[in-house]
């Protein structure tokens, strides 16, 4: 065998355009505001079933264990939110951030040089492709 046909993964980098930064920053506020639903009508709920469990002392410790877990789980999904909306609002116009990642077949010989074949970029800008790289 002389030649073989492989998949290699090819990086997608997206160019930082005032239109991109907006839509992200946008993307991050309106999942900051679902993640602040989410854990409100948990607070309630989790509330409630404290409330239920009140008479039952055998239960209450590990209800209010899993409530922490429960509380701890969401408030680190918001703060890594608020991280990457602190992120997309220091972007620059002009920087290339990654954006996904996607495949392409490649013919391999001996003697190719892989590492040259895994390093192909496409980069975008506004979602249309600009540039090939390898």
Request: proline share 1%.
């Amino acid at each position: 065998m002389d030649k073989m046909f492989i998949r290699v993964p090819v990086t997608v980098k997206a160019k930082v355009t005032e239109d991109l930064k907006l839509k992200l920053i946008d993307d991050l506020k309106n999942t900051m505001k679902q993640i602040d639903l989410d854990i409100e009508q948990f607070e309630f709920q989790a509330k409630k079933a404290l409330q239920q469990a009140a008479n039952d002392l055998s239960v209450l410790p590990a209800l209010r264990e899993q409530i922490d877990i429960e509380r701890n789980k969401r408030l680190a999904a918001k703060n890594e939110a608020q991280d990457k909306l602190k992120r997309a609002e220091a972007l620059e116009i002009g920087a290339e951030i990654g954006h996904g990642t996607l495949g392409r077949t490649v013919e391999v010989t001996i003697g190719s040089d892989i590492e040259a074949l895994m390093g192909a970029e496409i980069l975008t800008e506004d979602g249309k492709v600009i540039a090939f790289r390898e």
